[in-house]
């Protein structure tokens, strides 16, 4: 699976932007970018995802880099209910039509200060 | 709620025992996967099914087991239990094995002693 490194934690104050990096320099070219977090005492729950242009929905964005070596999650105005650990993931296409794991790093822990 | 039921919520047994973990999919989610989330480990991709069928193995050990029922519910099964094996396990679900969405349940707390 394609590794992918983020900071291990981040903080951030309530009602302002949230960017969150992702790096992952050796994505392939069949490689989608998700983004899952999970809540204090909760099962992971999804974000968002994409393959090579900006993304868009009601609970963040997704930027893409040029290369898709890197990517941002961005959360546009933080509450302290955003307050969890934030993973980004690879996932193959290819991999999407028969096995399909969700394989997890350490995510950020995004703190949000009221 | 994501839809997927898992139960029982908590679970205290000793070592050497055999438990099973149990996991309702969203109505209409053909794809079942379990995960073991450990405070040193983070979360670990253990096993999927998909419509009855194996369909990618992880980090699962072989004292553990899994299968997936022809209503689609799913059970991992863990035997010898060993203090070790303590950890929150999560069953997720999406539409099938083309889905890229998962939904995550609530989790069963397993505490070994």
């Known amino acids: 699976d394609a590794k992918t490194t983020q900071p291990n934690s981040m903080e951030s104050n309530e009602e302002e932007p949230v960017h969150l990096p992702c790096n992952h320099s050796?994505?392939?070219?069949?490689?989608?970018i998700h983004w899952y977090r999970q809540l204090p005492s909760q099962g992971p729950e999804y974000v968002i995802h994409?393959?090579?242009s900006n993304v868009n929905n009601r609970m963040a964005s997704l930027a893409i880099a040029e290369d898709r070596k890197s990517s941002t999650l961005i959360l546009h105005r933080a509450t302290l209910r955003d307050a969890a650990v934030y993973y980004c993931?690879?996932?193959?296409?290819?991999?999407?039509?028969?096995?399909?794991?969700?394989?997890f790093g350490q995510g950020t822990r995004l703190t949000i200060n009221p | 709620d994501s839809g997927v039921t898992q139960t029982p919520k908590h679970l205290i047994t000793a070592t050497g025992q055999r438990v099973t973990l149990r996991c309702s999919p969203r109505?209409?989610?053909?794809?079942v996967y379990w995960y073991q989330q450990s405070l040193d480990q983070g979360l670990q991709f253990l096993i999927q099914?998909?419509?009855?069928?194996?369909?990618a193995k992880g980090n699962i050990l072989e004292r553990f087991s899994a299968q997936q029922f022809p209503d689609l519910h799913s059970e991992l099964n863990l035997s010898s239990l060993e203090l070790g094996d303590s950890a929150l396990y999560f069953c997720?679900?999406?539409?099938?094995?083309?889905?890229?969405?998962?939904?995550f349940g609530q989790g069963t707390r397993l505490t070994v002693v």
């Open positions: 997720a679900s999406s539409v099938g094995a083309g889905g890229t969405e998962a939904f």
């Open positions: 050796t994505i392939s070219g069949t490689d989608y």
């Open positions: 994409g393959l090579t």
């Open positions: 993931i690879l996932r193959d296409l290819r991999m999407i039509q028969g096995a399909q794991k969700l394989v």
């Open positions: 109505s209409g989610d053909l794809s």
């Open positions: 099914y998909y419509n009855g069928e194996e369909r």
